[in-house]
């Protein structure tokens, strides 16, 4: 029944804590949904790092995120065991939600209730062998998401639930500075080089924010590193909750992605904050910036040099709205119900799943 409180599972990843200290996307997203659905009055049980932040019953097999735990070489053990843990007792739950990918995937063979699992990434060549293994029920976060599923035999899919950010948290400002911003994980995906590049030809300042990974310190330190500065092309590495002034204070976030990104936190972060975001068009881009609105969608370096000098276009308050209308964390909060209750009837009733609209 729609009005009945239910028992709800979250298994978030281990790799952050919820919410996260800084990098953190999908523990940002888990974060605002755990405590949302207490909110909302419903029993939540969250399995996530002990030293997590929220309002659901926290439950945890290790101290902290993995990901900043030196003493951490390998993660999988850890990653496993927790997997297992949070099954161990799923019997008792109305439903399953899992933001932790392919390895509780594994087990939902193993319990009788039914898991919805979101796709925060992308199904790769080798984790497919578990989805086509997979009978659950599945989520994208973006059309463009759902456009590279391939074709599976096994799990059902419950439609397209878009991520969302605590708008209120984010300080809204309508004059800017005259810096260019990019914030988020530096690497070639994410097209940093192409952002100081179009720094550079404008002859503005650019501050990067975000972390290197092991895999991406080649790439930083050919392709990135040797431009900055301190001055015009700024590096302040990864940064927490002070992103909020980086965002409110830029006179707009840089995007030039190079892969199908299946929804980029940081477009609704900036637009909360009044700063429109030139994307290139690639994966959820075009479904999150309103073009000559709350942003600029541009195919390549030199359009995203123009998209800039038109800046003085845009409205810093239709950002803001866009953001409080569309990814808002009680939305989010609200979709996620809806999608379990129909997950719920189908179960029951064994009628076609329709998946839920999205505007």
């Known amino acids: 029944a729609a009005g009945r409180a239910m028992r709800i599972l979250q298994i978030a990843p281990l790799a952050e804590r919820v919410p996260p200290v800084a990098y953190g996307g999908t523990e940002a997203v888990v974060s605002l949904l755990a405590d949302g659905l207490v909110q909302a009055g419903h029993e939540v049980v969250l399995w996530a790092s002990a030293d997590s932040l929220t309002l659901a019953d926290l439950r945890s097999v290790y101290l902290h995120g993995l990901r900043l735990d030196p003493t951490v070489a390998d993660p999988h053990p850890y990653e496993w065991v927790h997997a297992v843990e949070a099954m161990k007792d799923a019997q008792d ?70 991520n969302a950010v605590d708008v209120a948290s984010f300080p809204f ?8 911003l990019f914030i988020g994980r530096v690497g070639l995906a994410k097209g940093t080089h192409l952002a100081v590049e179009v720094a550079k030809r404008l002859g503005m300042r650019l501050i990067i924010a975000g972390k290197v990974d092991a895999g991406d310190r080649q790439y930083f330190a050919e392709a990135v590193e040797p431009h900055i500065d301190g001055k015009q092309i700024q590096s302040l590495g990864e940064v927490g909750y002070e992103k909020r002034q980086l965002y409110a204070n830029a006179c707009c976030l840089l995007m030039p992605i190079c892969w199908e990104e299946p929804f980029g936190l940081v477009i609704p972060e900036a637009m909360a904050c009044g700063t429109p975001v030139i994307a290139f068009n690639r994966g959820s881009a075009p479904e999150l910036v ?49 999608t379990y209750h129909r997950i719920l009837a189908w179960e029951t009733s064994q009628v076609k799943l329709t998946p839920v609209a999205v505007p």
């Open 173 to 180: 400002r309508a004059d800017k500075e005259d810096y260019l």
């Open 290 to 338: 309103v073009d000559g609105e709350t942003g600029y969608i541009v195919r390549d370096v030199d359009e995203m040099v123009e998209a800039v000098r038109r800046l003085d276009r845009l409205e810093a308050y239709r950002c803001r709205q866009h953001v409080e209308q569309n990814f808002d964390g009680p939305i989010m909060v609200e979709r996620y119900l809806q």
């Open 93 to 162: 739950f109305d439903v399953i939600h899992n933001h932790d990918g392919e390895r509780v995937m594994a087990l939902a063979s193993l319990v009788d209730v039914p898991m919805l699992t979101t796709m925060h990434c992308l199904i790769e060549p080798d984790t497919k062998f578990i989805w086509e293994r997979y009978s659950g029920f599945f989520n994208t976060v973006s059309q463009a998401e759902r456009a590279t599923v391939p074709p599976l035999e096994g799990p059902r899919f419950a439609g397209v639930v878009y």
